[in-house]
């Protein structure tokens, strides 16, 4: 059985569908995008995995528990979408407090909120309140409090959004570190991210599941994506159309170039070669389509 | 454990100390001394019973009847206003999210409301403890019959405090902070109130609707001075089991 297995799970609010009749689930491993335009039900389904909204409709099971059962403390954990922690206490008050309701004994919880901090580089914020904090810091104190007792599975609401680029990569190391024993699904707008951070996706929109699988696929064989310094694009299409192998170069939503090939990797040395040859600097070659090409490519 | 550990919860507690100490100085002591010097006017056998407190003079102490009479009418007040914020402000601000993903709604719910009794408890203590300091001080042969009526004032005061305390569990669930969950509380209060009257005026005198608010049975309980009080302890206990009934379904069912 798969950690989060939803069975026609619907929310409404009113006569708004957040949530359309969901049915999903997820494997543990690999971190897994959770992604959709605003208002697709990203954070709703979140919610509802975590306990704090009831479904309307629907079956829900999370680690073969039900959401919000005490046989998930410990073994759940998440970074809720602006939750913002008692700005009147200190940091490491609250998180010693979390860790003491997990069920640890006082220097037990005192050793894992050192534990935590450190690993979000924070442990001299043992001692300060939230309110004193950065916007980005108050984000990794709230990763380091999703992180107490090394729980199975970490759901992440936006882990990056609003916080410069030193703190995301910090945040994505994060992830990427603990992934191999903690099976983390994040939600984010942040295609470049996630497909860097995630093994699948799982799209939303508007309350509906769109697809859900791994981001690689074997079409990745057949496509090139290149982004590329200052170049002159109808030279550059013309040029990399003649390639032995390409059957179609065009120009992405994102700004890059895809090319459709029978063989990627000999297009991949012949394009090196071009670019070698007409002294053109490229940025970054990648197999398959980007994902922001393979889920909005088609729609322009 | 907010209310000891913050700025905010030490000022609140300062507060209170310098209300009490002026309750204490310019009420409680010439209250006492009024009553023993006025004590065989016939005053007070003329006034008191009017006001329903003609059981002043079976306490040991005249501090203690002052105590009594004050405390049931002022703490009341303070429980509504200290008790306020249980759940609200942590809703609003998202941190009951992360003590769900640990402890269950009705964990939270219970113990809230339970740390609440607890601080009312310790300032009933407090409170009763100055009131103690003053009697040995002013009639010390007085002491040991106050102190041996020490477990029946806090027992009762507690009992008292509970329901409003639980109506303030309650109003906090539906609040987005403490001064919302005051409002609602009185919106509340007088609305039952409001009710009441318009149904006895309706269908006469029913005795059920005259224990409809929490307090209701402050004035059978001036009139008392021992065990007997707790003749009236059901009131409060249904009270409190009602609103807290009803908060814990409110809790688990409202959205985070």
């Known amino acids: 059985m798969n950690p989060i297995e939803c069975q026609g799970l619907t929310k409404r609010y009113g006569s708004t569908l957040a949530l359309d009749n969901l049915t999903l689930s997820l494997p543990a491993g690999e971190p897994i995008a959770l992604i959709g335009p605003n208002g697709a039900g990203k954070t709703t389904l979140l919610s509802v995995l975590c306990g704090f909204i009831r479904p309307s409709n629907g079956e829900v099971s999370i680690l073969g528990e039900r959401p919000g059962s005490a046989g998930l403390t410990g073994r759940l954990s998440a970074l809720p979408q602006d939750a913002l922690l008692d700005p009147r206490l200190s940091v490491g008050r609250q998180l010693r407090f979390f860790a003491r309701l997990q069920g640890m004994g006082a220097a037990g919880a005192k050793k894992e909120v050192e534990r935590v901090l450190q690993l979000v580089d924070l442990s001299d914020s043992m001692h300060t309140k939230p309110a004193d904090l950065s916007h980005g810091m108050r984000k990794r104190i709230a990763i380091a409090q999703a992180l107490l007792g090394s729980p199975e599975l970490v759901l992440l609401d936006e882990p990056t959004a609003g916080i410069d680029p030193p703190n995301a990569k910090m945040i994505r190391d994060l992830v990427r570190e603990q992934s191999s024993r903690t099976t983390f699904i994040v939600s984010s707008h942040n295609l470049d991210e996630l497909e860097r951070l995630c093994g699948s996706v799982v799209y939303l929109e508007k309350g509906r599941l769109i697809s859900a699988g791994p981001l690689s696929d074997d079409a990745d064989d057949e496509y090139i994506t290149l982004r590329m310094g200052a170049v002159n694009e109808s030279e550059f299409i013309n040029a990399a159309n003649m390639l032995p192998g390409v059957s179609d170069v065009s120009k992405t939503t994102g700004g890059d170039f895809l090319i459709k090939t029978q063989d990627d990797m000999a297009t991949s040395a012949a394009l090196m070669q071009l670019l070698i040859d007409k002294n053109w600097r490229y940025r970054q070659l990648s197999r398959g389509k980007s994902l922001e090409e393979r889920l909005y490519g088609d729609q322009t | ?256």
């Open chain 2, 1 to 256: 454990m907010r209310l000891f550990s913050t700025r905010r919860g030490l000022v609140a507690l300062f507060g209170f100390l310098l209300i009490w100490v002026a309750v204490l100085y310019y009420g409680i002591l010439p209250a006492a001394a009024l009553l023993q010097d006025a004590a065989h006017s016939g005053i007070l056998e003329f006034l008191f019973p009017r006001l329903g407190l003609q059981a002043w003079e079976n306490w040991p102490a005249a501090e203690l009847a002052v105590y009594w009479v004050v405390t049931l009418y002022l703490l009341p007040f303070f429980a509504l206003i200290a008790s306020a914020d249980q759940t609200a402000s942590d809703r609003s601000r998202g941190t009951l999210r992360y003590l769900v993903l640990r402890c269950s709604r009705i964990e939270i719910f219970l113990g809230r409301f339970l740390g609440q009794c607890i601080i009312m408890f310790l300032v009933v203590a407090a409170t009763l403890a100055t009131v103690l300091v003053v009697v040995a001080f002013y009639n010390p042969d007085k002491l040991a019959a106050t102190v041996a009526k020490v477990p029946l004032i806090v027992l009762n005061l507690e009992l008292v405090l509970a329901p409003y305390v639980a109506l303030m569990a309650l109003v906090s669930v539906l609040a987005k902070s403490a001064r919302q969950a005051t409002l609602y509380a009185f919106i509340l209060w007088i609305t039952v109130s409001l009710l009441v009257g318009y149904l006895q005026a309706k269908f006469g005198p029913l005795a059920l609707l005259d224990w409809a608010l929490p307090g209701s049975q402050i004035s059978q309980l001036l009139r008392l001075t021992n065990w007997e009080t707790l003749n009236f302890a059901a009131i409060p206990i249904v009270h409190t089991l009602i609103f807290l009934g009803i908060g814990a379904i409110l809790m688990r069912q409202k959205d985070l």
